[in-house]
Nanobody, 112 residues
Framework: QLQLVESGGGLVQPGESLRLSCTAT????????ILWFRQAPGKEREAVSC????????KYADAVKGRFTISRDNAKNTMYLQMNSLRPEDTAVYYC?????WGQGIQVTVSS
């Protein structure tokens, strides 16, 4: 019943953009801070960005600052990660997360 589902991934060339979406069922996004993580092959899962429950500053990993933007639409129970100026090192499986609830992950591949 409690579920997070990611969408919007795919294959792009360096410098292009993607927007990931994460939609929640069984609970309301507006009551929680939500995070994006990613995991590249052979590497540990790392936090990418976090958006607060209420008004406040979103946080970003140093590797994505200035390129990624996190946002949320509480009416749609959906969170977004706009990814611009993508680089090959951004290639990973991306996950949305709230506490113990994780999405299944979605592949983002940046390659020329």
């Amino acid at each position: 019943q409690l579920q997070l589902v990611e969408s919007g991934g795919g294959l792009v060339q360096p410098g292009e953009s993607l927007r990931l979406s994460c939609t929640a069922t069984g609970f309301s996004f507006d009551m929680y801070a939500i995070l994006w993580f990613r995991q590249a092959p052979g590497k540990e899962r790392e936090a990418v960005s976090c958006i607060p429950w209420r008004d406040g500053r979103s946080k970003y990993a140093d590797a994505v600052k200035g390129r990624f933007t996190i946002s949320r639409d509480n009416a749609k129970n959906t969170m977004y990660l706009q990814m611009n100026s993508l680089r090959p090192e951004d290639t990973a499986v991306y996950y949305c997360n709230k506490g113990s609830i994780w999405g299944q992950g979605i592949q983002v591949t940046v390659s020329s």
